[in-house]
């Protein structure tokens, strides 16, 4: 294959293939993956009232975690410039090193990595934190 051609295939490839990488982030996936062992705790922020709660129980966790492994989110726009949320959720290992930053706006919508992802299959357990936060 000469210069010429080689240098038409890798303009021509570079753009399509950023193009599926793009196209293929907005497939409907898995966005949580944590081992709820791995979790000691969950800080939770209240936007509303302000609130920090630390969920320590391990019960409380395993249902936190469970729930968001299993729920499958669509991406969708861009939340730069959004910054109202209801709960903030931060999952800490033993060490007390941060696992995953989530917010969560509604039952069936959080913000992660800068966009908005809505719930494809399952709502996020929004009361149930809501019931946390409120005792």
């Avoid at 409907?28 to 922020?45: D, F, N, Q, R």
């Avoid at 709660?53 to 395993?62: F, G, K, P, Q, V």
């Amino acid at each position: 294959m000469n210069k010429r051609k080689w240098i038409k295939w890798v303009v021509l490839a570079v753009p399509f293939l950023l193009l599926l990488a793009f196209a293929w982030s907005y497939a409907p996936h898995k966005v949580v993956s944590i081992e709820p062992a791995k979790v000691s705790k969950i800080a939770v922020s209240d936007e509303n009232s302000i609130k920090l709660l630390e969920i320590t129980e391990e019960s409380e966790i395993n249902h936190l975690v469970s729930n968001l492994n299993k729920t499958i989110f669509q991406k969708g726009a861009p939340s730069i410039g959004d910054i109202a949320f209801s709960y903030r959720a931060v999952f800490f290992d033993e060490k007390g090193e941060v696992i995953q930053d989530l917010t969560i706006n509604s039952r069936d919508t959080m913000t992660y990595k800068g966009f908005f992802y809505k719930s494809e299959d399952e709502a996020i357990a929004y009361e149930y934190i809501e019931e946390l936060v409120s005792k």
